[in-house]
Structures are given as C-alpha cells and as structure tokens.
C-alpha cells in the first residue's frame, strides 16, 4: 500500500532554518501537507500543496515537492523556540478516497 | 467561527469496559473523521462519516464503531475496552472530504484503559 517516510528526529539551533524531508510512494498522490502536532494538542494544518506545483511559500515557510523523486520538504526559516513540535507530512489522492495517508512525525528540537 | 470540538478531553476506563467519545465539526462542515494516535503505531484511521453514513472504514476491530447525526455531529464508540485501546483519539473535520486544504482536527481525547 502506499507509505509516507519521514525521518523521526531533527535537531536545529535557534534562529537557523529547519528543513524537514518526506518521501511518499503514491505516485497519484494529489494533495500533499504539512501538519504540526505540540505537546497535548491535536493536529494544526500548516501548509498544503498540490501536486502539480513545485514550491508553495507562506511567510516563514516554504514547501519544495519534486514530483519525480516524491520527495516533500518543509523549511521554517528562522525558526524559533515556538516551532518545537512535531511535523507530520500528509498525502492524499482521488485513489485513496482522499483518506490522508500519515508519516510518522518528524520531531522538532530547537537547541538555544 | 469554532473548532472542531471533542468531548470528554481526558478518559480512563478499566478493561472490557465500553466508551463514547463525541465530536462536534465546524458548522458547515459534514465529513467527520476519526483517527487514532499511539506512540507505537502514530497515526491511524479509524472511519469517515459524511451525511450520517460511513463513506470509509480503517482496518480496525469491529469494536470500534461510529455514527453520525443529522447536524454532523459523530459520536464514537470502543467496546469491550482492551489495553492497547489506550491513545490520543483525534477526530477532524472538512466540508466534504474531498477539499485540498485538508482536515481541521480536534484537540483530541485521550483514553486511559487500565
């Protein structure tokens, strides 16, 4: 079936940018997020793309999808003590009746 | 305008019990959808409702079960608790489930099974 892989951890120092990669194997994968999950909360959307876009910008974020690689990236540029979460990557497809189909969570650390 | 709401926020039960957790969507919004988180699995659908039928079922147990009513409000429902039923159950909310700007999810209910 189809997977989303994200690597668990990411560890960046405040002020730096955070870029958060993610891979999926849907190859007709439609919709494709960006999720932020902090501590006890549910699920925030941050950011969305389509997939015949190349790159989605949105204040201090900024959404790169290479469509042949199927590869996902979120950059948070200057990142902040308030970015410290989880990132969950998202796709979706008309194949898959739209259900989205979930990473495992990046998770964010911002050293001082 | 609200969020999407789930009620109770925190809930523990003992095993073989049963349980009922409720979520009320943005108004407007008739595709509700339930998720489970754990630790070990992350995330995991449950079900899909949209105007008060069952449009897509996860590979759960048949002890997990949904409805939804006329004013889109859903209500789920875990039967005969077990251990591992303990997670963060998250349930989320769009027009009709098939937008491109994704789910708008609760804050979540955390069930305890001891």
């Known amino acids: 079936g189809e997977d989303v892989e994200q690597s668990l951890f990411l560890s960046v120092r405040e002020g730096d940018s955070s870029v958060i990669n993610c891979t999926y194997t849907d190859s007709s994968s439609t919709y494709l997020y960006w999720y932020k999950q902090e501590p006890g909360a549910g699920l925030q959307l941050l950011t969305y793309?389509?997939?015949n876009m190349d790159m989605k910008q949105d204040q201090r974020l900024t959404v790169l999808l290479n469509k042949k690689d199927k590869h996902l990236s979120l950059r948070i540029a200057d990142t902040q003590t308030g970015d410290s979460a989880i990132y969950f990557c998202?796709?979706?497809?008309?194949?898959?009746?739209?259900?989205?189909?979930w990473g495992a969570g990046t998770k964010l650390i911002i050293k001082p | 305008k609200a969020g999407v709401t789930q009620t109770p926020r925190y809930l523990i039960k003992t095993r073989g019990q049963q349980v009922t957790l409720s979520c009320s969507p943005i108004s407007g919004h008739r595709s509700v959808s339930w998720y489970q988180q754990t630790p070990g699995q992350g995330l995991q659908f449950l079900f899909e409702?949209?105007?008060?039928?069952?449009?897509n079922k996860g590979n759960f147990p048949g002890r997990f079960s949904g409805r939804q009513f006329s004013n889109s409000r859903s209500e789920m429902n875990v039967s005969t608790l077990e251990l591992g039923d303990s997670a963060l159950y998250l349930c989320?909310?769009?027009?009709?489930?098939?937008?491109?700007?994704?789910?708008?999810f609760g804050s979540g209910t955390r069930l305890t099974v001891v």
């Open positions: 409702y949209f105007s008060e039928t069952q449009r």
């Open positions: 793309i389509f997939s």
């Open positions: 989320a909310s769009s027009l009709s489930g098939e937008e491109n700007y994704g789910y708008t």
């Open positions: 998202a796709e979706s497809s008309v194949d898959s009746n739209y259900q989205l189909i």
